[in-house]
C-alpha cells in the first residue's frame, strides 16, 4: 500500500487538491449557467442516436418539434460524452455535471503529463493545479457553462503532448494517440482548435530543432494530422459545404466583447452578461497568481536565463500569453477582421483559455528553476494561493431542485423559450413559437392517421377530395425525403415557417417521411470510415511495418 501511494502521489493529490473546485459538480442539486440549452443538446443527441442516425446529426424535437439539423453545424463531442452519461443515470442535468466533471479532472492530469515533458513532478503537480485554480475556468463552468470550450480547453495538453511525443520518438502508437488526439479536439469546440493551431505551429517550430529525427517526425505528424481531418471528416466537410443553407448573422458581434485592460488585472466576479463597454457582470480577470507566475518569469529570463533548462518552452509560453492579451484588446480589431469567420468567434475574453494556459506552463517554468531546496516550499505556496484566492469563484449563484421533465417542458414546450443560438433555415420566414396542431396536414381532405415509427421516420394515412399540398410540420432541409405510396416525390419548403410540403393527388394515399444521409454526407462519412481503419491499422504489426516504411 505503501509502495502504491507513493507511485501514485502526485496523482492523488491532483484529485485531492481538484474536489474543492469540483463539489458542486459532484453533490446534489443543480444550477442554471447562461448556456442552460445544453441540456436540450444532451436531449436531442440522446434522441438522435436512438432514433438510429448514424452519424446523428437532426435534433427531431427543436423548434417545437419542427426539428434542426444542429449536429450538422455544431461540435458534437461534449454531447457524444453527455448523452452516454444521460443513458447511464438517465438525468440531463446530473449528465450535464458529469461532462464538466471530466473536462476538469482531464485538464488538470493532462496538463500534468504534458509539463512532465520539461519539468519535474513538483512543478507539473504546481502548473496542473493552477491550470485548474484560474478565475476563467470558473466563468466556464459555473456562469457560462460553455461545454464545448470546457472540453476543448482539457484536451489542449494533449494535443500539446502528443505533438512533442511524435517529435522525440515518432512512433506508430504515439501517431495513433496523436490522431485520435487532434480528432477529438476538432470535434469537442467549432472553433477553439482553429485558434489554437496557430499556437501549436508555433510550438512545433520551437521543438523541431531539438528533435533527433526529423524526417520521421514530420512526416508522423503529417500522417497524424491527415488521419484526423479525415476522420473528422463526417462532421466539418457537410458543415463547411452547406454552412449557406442557415442564416449567418450572429446575435453577439465581435466588436462589442471586447475587455478593457483593467478588467483583465483586477478582480471582480459576476453571474451576469458580456455587455459592450466596461459594465460587464461577468468576469474577464486573468488571476493573480496567472500573473505573479509571467511576471516572475520574465524576470528570471532577464537576469537568470541559464535557470531555464528549456528556454523554447519558456519563448513558446510567453509568446502566446502576449499573444493573446494583444487579441483580446479592440485594437487587434483589423486582424480580427482578416478571419472570414471572425462574428462567429463572438468574444475575443475567450483567449482568456490561453492565459491560463500558458501562465500555468510558466508557472511550473519558474518552479523548476528554483532551487531543489525550495521547490516544495514555492509549491507548497503557490498551491496555497492559487486555491484560496479563486476557491470562492467555484462555486454557482444560487442552487436549484428541478426535474428533467421541468426543463424539458421549457425548451419544447414553452412559448416563452427562444432558441436565437440556433441559426435558421434560409427559406424559414418565421421562428415557430409553439408545437403544430398536427405533424402532417392536409388543404382538401382529411388525415386518417399519423404513425411516429422514429422521431425522424413517419408515416401518414390521408384521404384528399382533391389534388392538394400536404404539410409535414418539420423544417425542409436536405436530407428529408417524402414517399407517396411508395414511389419518392420532391418536396419544397412553405411559408411561413419553412415546413415541407409536397404535392399529393386525389385519392386515398399512404405517405412517408424519412431523414437519411444525403450524397455528399455519405461521402464524407466514407471518409472518416477509411480513415478509421488507417488510424487503427497503426496499432497492427502489419500496420505498424507499412506506416514506417512510408516514413522512414
Known amino acids: 500500500m505503501k509502495q502504491y501511494f507513493r507511485t501514485y502521489l502526485f496523482?492523488?493529490?491532483?484529485?485531492?487538491?481538484?474536489?474543492?473546485?469540483?463539489?458542486?459538480?459532484?453533490?446534489?442539486?443543480?444550477?442554471?449557467?447562461?448556456?442552460?440549452?445544453?441540456?436540450?443538446?444532451?436531449?436531442?443527441?440522446?434522441?438522435?442516436?436512438?432514433?438510429?442516425?448514424?452519424?446523428p446529426r437532426l435534433g427531431p424535437d427543436f423548434t417545437f418539434g419542427f426539428s434542426y439539423p444542429l449536429f450538422n453545424f455544431y461540435y458534437v463531442l461534449p454531447f457524444y460524452i453527455g448523452s452516454l452519461f444521460?443513458?447511464?443515470?438517465?438525468?440531463?442535468?446530473?449528465?450535464?455535471?458529469?461532462?464538466?466533471?471530466?473536462?476538469?479532472?482531464?485538464?488538470?492530469?493532462?496538463?500534468?503529463?504534458?509539463?512532465?515533458?520539461?519539468?519535474?513532478?513538483?512543478a507539473s503537480l504546481a502548473g496542473a493545479v493552477l491550470f485548474l485554480y484560474t478565475p476563467y475556468r470558473?466563468?466556464?463552468?459555473?456562469?457560462?457553462g460553455a461545454i464545448g470550450e470546457a472540453l476543448a480547453l482539457a484536451l489542449l495538453p494533449y494535443v500539446a503532448l502528443f505533438i512533442i511525443k511524435v517529435l522525440k520518438r515518432p512512433k506508430p502508437i504515439y501517431i495513433f494517440c496523436s490522431a485520435i488526439m487532434f480528432s477529438s479536439f476538432i470535434l469537442s469546440h467549432n472553433y477553439f482548435f482553429a485558434l489554437s493551431t496557430p499556437f501549436l505551429i508555433f510550438l512545433f517550430l520551437l521543438i523541431f530543432p531539438e528533435s533527433e529525427d526529423k524526417k520521421n517526425a514530420v512526416s508522423g505528424l503529417i500522417i497524424a494530422a491527415v488521419l484526423s481531418i479525415g476522420l473528422t471528416a463526417y462532421w466539418w466537410l457537410p458543415a463547411l459545404i452547406e454552412q449557406g443553407l442557415v442564416a449567418s448573422i450572429t446575435p453577439f458581434?465581435?466588436?462589442?466583447?471586447?475587455?478593457?485592460?483593467?478588467?483583465?488585472?483586477?478582480?471582480?466576479?459576476?453571474?451576469?452578461?458580456?455587455?459592450?463597454?466596461?459594465?460587464?457582470?461577468?468576469?474577464?480577470?486573468?488571476g493573480i497568481v496567472n500573473l505573479l507566475a509571467v511576471l516572475?518569469?520574465?524576470?528570471?529570463?532577464?537576469?537568470?536565463?541559464?535557470?531555464?533548462?528549456?528556454?523554447?518552452?519558456?519563448?513558446?509560453?510567453?509568446?502566446?500569453?502576449?499573444?493573446?492579451?494583444?487579441f483580446m484588446n479592440i485594437r487587434s480589431l483589423p486582424i480580427w477582421k482578416m478571419l472570414p469567420f471572425y462574428n462567429f468567434i463572438q468574444f475575443p475574453w475567450r483567449l482568456l483559455s490561453f492565459t491560463a494556459f500558458f501562465s500555468s506552463i510558466l508557472l511550473a517554468l519558474v518552479i523548476e528553476a528554483l532551487p531543489k531546496a525550495r521547490k516544495v516550499l514555492f509549491t507548497t505556496l503557490t498551491l496555497a494561493m492559487a486555491?484560496?484566492?479563486t476557491y470562492g469563484y467555484f462555486r454557482p449563484s444560487k442552487i436549484v431542485y428541478k426535474s428533467d421533465s421541468d426543463y424539458l417542458n421549457y425548451f419544447f414546450s414553452d412559448p416563452t423559450y427562444s432558441e436565437d443560438y440556433l441559426l435558421l433555415p434560409k427559406w424559414v420566414g418565421?421562428?415557430?413559437?409553439?408545437?403544430?396542431?398536427?405533424?402532417?396536414?392536409?388543404?382538401?381532405g382529411t388525415v386518417e392517421e399519423i404513425k411516429e415509427i422514429t422521431p425522424i421516420k413517419w408515416s401518414s394515412r390521408v384521404s384528399l377530395d382533391q389534388n392538394s399540398k400536404v404539410k409535414f410540420n418539420t423544417y425542409y432541409f436536405p436530407g428529408w425525403t417524402a414517399s407517396v405510396d411508395g414511389t419518392a416525390v420532391q418536396i419544397t419548403s412553405g411559408e411561413p415557417y419553412g415546413q415541407i410540403e409536397l404535392s399529393v393527388s386525389e385519392g386515398k394515399h399512404t405517405l412517408e417521411f424519412i431523414w437519411k444521409e444525403t450524397k455528399l454526407r455519405r461521402a464524407a462519412d466514407i471518409i472518416s470510415f477509411i480513415s478509421l481503419v488507417a488510424t487503427f491499422l497503426l496499432l497492427t504489426e502489419k500496420g505498424k511495418a507499412v506506416f514506417r516504411r512510408s516514413y522512414v
Open 86 to 122: 444521460y443513458f447511464l443515470f438517465g438525468s440531463l442535468t446530473a449528465s450535464l455535471k458529469s461532462v464538466f466533471l471530466l473536462s476538469c479532472l482531464l485538464s488538470v492530469f493532462g496538463m500534468y503529463l504534458f509539463l512532465k515533458e520539461f519539468v519535474g513532478k513538483v
Open 296 to 326: 516572475a518569469s520574465v524576470v528570471i529570463f532577464i537576469f537568470k536565463r541559464s535557470l531555464f533548462k528549456n528556454s523554447r518552452v519558456f519563448i513558446w509560453a510567453i509568446g502566446g500569453f502576449f499573444i493573446s492579451i494583444f
Open 430 to 444: 418565421v421562428r415557430p413559437t409553439k408545437k403544430p396542431d398536427h405533424k402532417v396536414e392536409v388543404e382538401n
Open 138 to 144: 470558473a466563468v466556464q463552468l459555473y456562469v457560462r
Open 11 to 55: 496523482q492523488i493529490l491532483l484529485l485531492v487538491f481538484s474536489v474543492p473546485a469540483l463539489y458542486y459538480l459532484i453533490t446534489p442539486g443543480f444550477y442554471e449557467p447562461h448556456d442552460l440549452h445544453h441540456l436540450a443538446d444532451i436531449y436531442q443527441m440522446a434522441r438522435a442516436i436512438t432514433s438510429s442516425q448514424f452519424p
Open 387 to 389: 486555491t484560496l484566492l
Open 253 to 286: 458581434p465581435l466588436v462589442d466583447h471586447f475587455p478593457f485592460i483593467k478588467q483583465l488585472i483586477l478582480p471582480s466576479w459576476g453571474y451576469g452578461s458580456s455587455v459592450w463597454g466596461p459594465d460587464d457582470q461577468i468576469s474577464f480577470q486573468i
